[in-house]
């Protein structure tokens, strides 16, 4: 009888182990290896000093909504922690079934940044966010690039050339690589904070606790 | 009675089948995305949802594996069946308050369904618990071998 009621108790034992078992191999099975992703980025994407203790990399699409409202709290963690923060801004445009104009407005962006505007150019897509959200997107993008003094001819040649092109198919590499999902997403010290009410209401509490551990 | 175990058996593998993968999906991506989904409902505090993002996963990959293999068959039923309830509860909120979630989140990045979508899934598989919980039957369980012990 005694043996009867270990076997029963080491067999259901054994069911639990089996159970926990296929659930750890079938996560580890499902999830891919997660690769390391690169901060790099052209020199007019990066805000701050190379030596700042807080290294933000922000993925972002300038046609996404939450990415508009993440901007309110970026800038006022801007003004909290100034002189603490690098800041990386890197293109994760979103499929075009999802935001039509978000690969159009990067490579206006990232143009304008080549020729040293690019921070302007991203505050006035934010900004004019649901202005140029529709199919007259390259009239306004052509109205801001005109308002920026930038060079339109050098300008219109870069978005349609192979190199800006390239530069956000990496920064979007970069993102899968980090399991970007959503924008924005932020990495604060390689941490990950997801959309702009993370930001502010985790991230600063974790940017707080690194500047203490430093 | 044998085409009612048969139909618990089919219900209780269906269901722990879409448990393992939305906990595996989930369980197996960056805690921080669900967390995300989990906050816009608008139903937990945001300090809870990271927590929650990151043992919820976990609950349906147990809960969904012992319905599979049939241990606990009983408890894994009533505990499915308890958390579509939830989901079920937690979505019809989101439509009464008209939120606009472009995914109910249930599946990771693997599958994406509205809300209407995920309402009609979630009364499928808390349907399917019922069967398995109320049907009593060991087939191909783990549970009938522990049970006869020799």
Known sequence: MMSVMRRKFSRRLATYALVLAASVLSTVSVGRAKKPFSPAAPEFRRKGGAGAPLEIVEFSDFQCPACRYAEAPLRQIFSVYDGKIRFVFKHYPLPPRVHAWAKVSALAAECAGRQGKFWEFHDRLYDKQTEWSNEKAEIFFASYARDLKLDVPAWDACRTGPDAAAAIASDMEDGNNAWVASTPTFFINGRRFVGGKQLAELGTLFMDRELKHQ | ?150
Not at chain 2, 2 to 9: E, M, V
Not at chain 2, 52 to 58: D, S
Not at chain 2, 99 to 125: K, T, V
Request: charged share 10%; hydrophobic share 55%.
């Open chain 2, 1 to 150: 009675m044998k085409q009612r175990a048969l139909l618990a058996l089919l219900a209780r593998l269906f269901v722990g089948a879409v448990l393992v993968y939305a906990g595996a999906s989930k369980a197996s991506a960056p805690a921080e995305e669900f967390a995300l989904v989990i906050g816009s409902y608008d139903l937990v505090p945001n300090s809870i949802a990271l927590p929650m993002a990151g043992l919820l996963p976990w609950l349906e990959l147990l809960v969904g594996w012992a319905l599979i293999l049939g241990v606990r068959t009983k408890a894994a039923s009533a505990i499915a069946g308890a958390m579509t309830c939830v989901f079920l509860l937690a979505i019809a909120s989101v439509i009464i308050r008209e939120i606009p979630l472009p995914n109910c989140g249930c599946f990771g990045e693997g599958m994406h369904f509205s809300p209407a979508h995920a309402f009609i899934i979630d009364s499928l598989l808390t349907f399917l618990c019922w069967i398995a919980y109320s049907t009593d039957s060991n087939l191909f369980s783990l549970d009938s071998w522990t049970e006869r012990g020799i």
